[in-house]
């Protein structure tokens, strides 16, 4: 029942946070470049949240945040994990929709249909060993790797890349990945 609850908060607070991206503050000037194109097999599998923005629809994330991305059909199904302080799994499945004309580097994601919000894929490491993730206007943003621990010098590389683009590199926060879900 608690696990329930949980899933029931996460699912409200992303609710909120996708309502939210379609409708909050005006972008800045400059508009958020993304990679020219993405091979969507190859993104698909694990990764691990090495850093990001803080938000509300994660707040009770403490540890061990991971992405699961696996194409159904044209669309992509994404579920997200994470530890919460009572070490408890929150755990919540939605769906990703490419948008046409973007070579698979802008999805729109939906834990709650109809509501949708923007998941722009801005630069990859080496390998695509990390990957920057963000929205237009720049007020969510993950950097992802495929191994819980980053190297010190990866992350770097992802939070020059994300200032660069015109996020606030210190906003960042580290994710720390203690030990596996899977």
Known sequence: MKAARLTMALAGAALLALAGCASGPSTPAAPLPTVTSVDLARY??????????????????????????????????????CRTADGTVADITGIAKVVPGSGNAKLRVSFFRPFYGDYWILAFGPDQRWVLVGEPKRQFGWVLSRTPQLPAAELDAALARAEALGYARSAFKATPQTQPLD
């Open 44 to 81: 698909a599998g694990a990764w691990y949240e090495a850093a990001s923005l803080p938000n509300r629809f994660q707040s009770q994330c403490v540890a061990d945040t991971q992405a699961r991305y696996r194409p159904i059909g044209a669309d992509i199904e994404v579920r997200n994990r």
